[in-house]
């Protein structure tokens, strides 16, 4: 399995061409970065409104379904330029737009149709590789814990009406206190 950083190392100079390989490799990092963004957000949510704490087995589960949506999903696009692919070939000219597609053009669509089926390929074997969850899940928990860690900290600070005798520096001490406070329940809670 490629690492992240050799996957980074061998993105392509905007303006290049990319093989088909390098195409592939730069959707899954796009892809596993948005899983992450979604798992993450999904339990900020389930912590917040929920007053739930997901486990490492949620979130390693959370990965492999949302790699599996984006597997889903790169099917259906090379499936739509399976049948684009069969009607460009017919047709003669330059496109008008971005959707109209020519014989001129079947080239590069066979090749994203098959960068398409290399990255689903690619996310279905992540969404069954159990040391790449542990470590999404792992990753997910600590961006979840600092996400609501900050989102109290932010509700703590809109909530707090400050008492006009109090001096800055009294109304940050108090703050301060209840942000640790309201900290250390929530590390309370997702050890539970």
């Excluded at 070939?89 to 109209?100: F, H, K, L, P, T």
């Excluded at 928990?141 to 006009?164: K, N, Y």
């Amino acid at each position: 399995m490629k690492s992240m950083r050799d996957i980074i190392n061998r993105l392509r100079l905007i303006g290049d061409e990319s093989s088909e390989q390098e195409a592939t490799d730069e959707v899954v990092l796009l892809s596993t970065v948005a899983v992450r963004l979604a798992v993450t957000n999904k339990a900020v949510i389930l912590m917040l409104r929920e007053k739930d704490t997901p486990t490492t087995q949620w979130y390693k589960s959370a990965v492999s379904d949302e790699l599996r949506v984006l597997r889903d999903e790169k099917l259906a696009d090379a499936e739509w330029l399976r049948t684009e692919i069969k009607i460009a070939s017919g047709r003669a000219g330059r496109g008008r737009d971005g959707q109209d597609f020519r014989a001129v053009d079947v080239k590069h669509l066979k090749l994203r149709r098959s960068v398409l089926l290399a990255v689903a390929e690619r996310l279905i074997e992540l969404s069954e590789d159990d040391e790449y969850l542990t470590s999404e899940a792992e990753g997910c928990l600590e961006r979840t814990r600092e996400e609501v860690q900050t989102a109290i900290q932010e509700i703590a600070t809109r909530s707090v009406h400050p008492d006009p005798y109090l001096t800055p520096e009294e109304r940050d001490k108090r703050v301060e206190i209840l942000r640790r406070d309201l900290a250390d329940e929530v590390l309370r809670l997702a050890r539970d």
